[in-house]
């Protein structure tokens, strides 16, 4: 980034590919905007639609701005110069996991405006070798971090009652997320409930984690309650055996 001379940058992981005309596409999306982003073909792949919006409503809209192309790929998006140089957003050398979507989350708090175009532009390869299929120790430490970042992406006290609704299931994913991948990748069972209970100690996710928003389903009950009787083990057993 330091090295870069040109008045727009751009990521793209080593083992994904791009459409022909990715970055054409952005250039021509970003119009006075302070990034422009396209579709992911990933797991889930999802095209948003093309348009210009506001930071102040993508914050008021979480059931449509919470998506992952939004928020966590920083490879699916072209950055103007000046948003990120001299002094602006960098990648953080301390995180090993959700270090991309802290960068972004900390690009979108700067930007005017965001630019979208449509269609998947973007090709996404899983790998199965990578930090995220295997147990890092310092995931409750980035994922904290990642927590306090995203969740300022969005102001509830603005919302409507719906979208209220759906930030606080969006926020119950976020940390369930967690869990589930200590429970399926730490080494012990011990390791594993120090951990949820490591991530739990903040109040406002245990808060969030043990009071359930309207639509969750049964088994999050279970979770729930386990956790306010800080039977930790337990509930890592179950989240390992029902991911």
């Known amino acids: 980034m330091e090295a870069a001379r040109g008045d727009f940058l751009a990521f793209v992981d080593s ?3 791009v459409e022909p005309d990715f970055l054409q596409q952005l250039y021509e999306a970003i119009g006075n905007s302070q990034l422009s982003l396209c579709g992911v073909a990933d797991q889930a792949p999802f095209a948003p639609p093309a348009e210009c919006v506001s930071r102040q409503q993508m914050q008021h809209q979480p059931s449509r701005y919470a998506q992952l192309v939004y928020t966590n790929y920083a490879i699916n998006k072209l950055y103007r110069r000046e948003l990120l140089l001299p002094a602006g957003p960098r990648f953080d050398p301390a995180m090993k996991r959700g270090e991309d979507a802290a960068f972004v989350a900390a690009c979108l708090q700067k930007c005017d405006t965001i630019s979208a175009c449509a269609g998947i532009l973007y090709h996404y390869r899983v790998n199965e070798a990578s930090a995220t299929h295997r147990f890092y120790e ?3 430490r980035d994922e904290a971090k990642l927590w306090e970042a995203q ?3 969005f102001a509830p006290a603005q919302m ?4 209220k609704i759906w930030f606080d299931r969006w926020s119950y994913g976020k940390i369930i997320s967690v869990l589930r ?3 399926v990748y730490a080494p012990t069972p011990a390791v594993r409930s120090r951990y949820i209970a490591d991530f739990l100690q903040d109040p406002e996710r245990f808060e969030r984690f043990t ?3 309207p639509g969750i389903g049964g088994r999050s009950r279970l979770y729930a309650m386990l956790a306010r009787r800080r039977r930790y083990g337990l509930l890592g057993y179950c989240l390992h055996g029902l991911h």
């Open 151 to 153: 969740r300022s992406l």
């Open 181 to 183: 991948y200590i429970a």
């Open 15 to 17: 083992d994904d590919w």
């Open 160 to 163: 409507s009652a719906e979208e």
């Open 138 to 140: 310092g995931i409750c």
């Open 211 to 213: 009071h359930l928003p």
